[in-house]
């Protein structure tokens, strides 16, 4: 069941007033879509910052409009830590939308126990699935992975009866022989391998010109 946001429409715009805002504990936000005029809201920080951590992407909204809506967009401050603004996209229960999803790597994999070394090669998909079921991240389980094996995006199970956009043969993690240095590449590193100097050429040289 989506998370239900309780929001209230603004009338008020301005970088002053989201300011405002924000210290009373509330971010600025819009709806838009399906064709219907975008309403400007505030939604409460703490409820935002909760459906965010449990990864809700499409939410009720309550209040000041009764809306299903997807999370498209979030603004953040210069480090990172709040969302200063936020998109919502209005969504019906039966629409399929089309959304990036995270992707997890899960359990112990053989093949690193036999001297291997774990690749995650893809990071995030776009999965196109109804938007009551979309869902928080999708999950590599790499408890079968040997040595020279590869999980591929294919191999994925989106839940839902959703379905990964892209090349299915694309690798998403690979467990692989650990590349080795040159022992005298190593010692070249640790040493800096300075350019030997030749003994006596400069003597030579002088005994030329005299």
Same mark, same amino acid.
């Given at each position: 069941?989506?998370?239900?946001? !309780?929001?209230?429409?603004?009338?008020? =715009? $301005? !970088?002053?007033? @989201?300011? =405002?805002?924000?210290?009373?504990?509330?971010?600025?936000?819009?709806?838009?879509?399906?064709?219907?005029?975008? &309403? #400007?809201?505030?939604?409460? %920080?703490?409820?935002?910052?909760? #459906?965010? =951590?449990?990864?809700?992407? /499409?939410?009720?909204?309550?209040? $000041?409009?009764?809306?299903? %809506?997807?999370?498209?967009?979030?603004?953040?401050?210069?480090?990172?830590?709040?969302?200063?603004?936020?998109?919502?996209?209005?969504?019906?229960?039966? *629409? /399929?939308?089309?959304?990036?999803?995270?992707?997890?790597?899960?359990?112990?994999?053989?093949?690193?126990? @036999?001297?291997?070394?774990?690749?995650?090669?893809?990071?995030?998909?776009? /999965? /196109?699935?109804?938007?009551?079921? &979309?869902?928080? !991240?999708? !999950? @590599?389980?790499?408890?079968?992975?040997?040595?020279?094996?590869?999980?591929?995006?294919?191999?994925?199970?989106?839940?839902?009866?959703?379905?990964?956009?892209?090349?299915?043969?694309?690798?998403?993690?690979?467990?692989?022989?650990?590349?080795?240095?040159?022992?005298?590449?190593? *010692? #070249?590193?640790? %040493?800096?391998? %300075?350019?030997? *100097?030749?003994?006596?050429? =400069?003597?030579?040289?002088?005994?030329? *010109?005299?």
């Amino acid at each position: 069941m989506a998370e239900v946001l !309780k929001v209230d429409v603004r009338t008020s =715009r $301005g !970088k002053h007033f @989201a300011r =405002r805002m924000r210290k009373a504990g509330s971010i600025p936000g819009v709806l838009y879509g399906h064709g219907e005029k975008t &309403v #400007a809201l505030t939604v409460p %920080a703490a409820a935002l910052e909760a #459906a965010l =951590r449990h990864g809700s992407r /499409v939410v009720e909204l309550a209040g $000041g409009v009764s809306q299903s %809506a997807l999370i498209l967009d979030l603004q953040w401050n210069t480090w990172g830590t709040e969302v200063i603004h936020v998109d919502f996209a209005r969504v019906s229960a039966d *629409e /399929v939308i089309t959304v990036t999803i995270p992707i997890e790597l899960r359990g112990e994999a053989p093949g690193v126990k @036999a001297g291997g070394v774990i690749e995650h090669l893809l990071h995030e998909v776009e /999965v /196109v699935c109804k938007a009551t079921a &979309v869902p928080e !991240k999708l !999950k @590599a389980n790499v408890n079968h992975l040997e040595l020279g094996g590869v999980i591929r995006l294919g191999d994925l199970e989106v839940p839902g009866g959703g379905k990964c956009e892209g090349d299915l043969e694309t690798i998403v993690v690979q467990c692989v022989e650990p590349t080795a240095m040159p022992e005298e590449e190593e *010692e #070249a590193a640790a %040493a800096g391998e %300075a350019e030997p *100097e030749v003994i006596g050429g =400069r003597k030579e040289e002088e005994g030329e *010109e005299a």
